[in-house]
């Protein structure tokens, strides 16, 4: 079983940045893949970026260049820095660890105003 905590959501103007935290608990000796996905209000989860236990990471088109995945594994930590943010950004986002199954966290709010 892994627990996943979220925090560091919020507003923020159009162009400004936010970090946000998810800290894994539980089972976390097992974790190799750690991610952020968003939801836009009758979507379905959208990949926003993933990294690995070796630091490789991935992300989704739309955040490329603007957006950050980092993981600190002594603090079973993993950031997402998102900077230039846009409207479009604005979402549910929700961390996630693969072990044999999804895990979830509850999910933070980000609103981007314009």
């Known amino acids: 079983q892994v627990q996943l905590v979220e925090s560091g959501g919020g507003l923020v103007q159009a162009g400004g940045s936010l970090r946000l935290s998810c800290t894994a608990s539980g089972s976390v000796f097992s974790i190799n893949t750690m991610s952020w996905y968003r939801q836009f209000p009758g979507n379905s989860r959208e990949l926003v970026a993933i990294i690995n236990s070796g630091g490789s990471t991935n992300y989704g088109d739309s955040v490329k260049g603007r957006f950050r995945i980092s993981r600190d594994n002594a603090k079973n930590t993993v950031y997402l820095q998102m900077n230039s943010l846009k409207p479009e950004d604005t979402a549910v986002y929700y961390c996630?660890?693969?072990?044999?199954?999804?895990?979830w966290g509850q999910g933070t709010q980000v609103t981007v105003s314009s």
């Open positions: 996630n660890a693969f072990v044999a199954m999804n895990y």
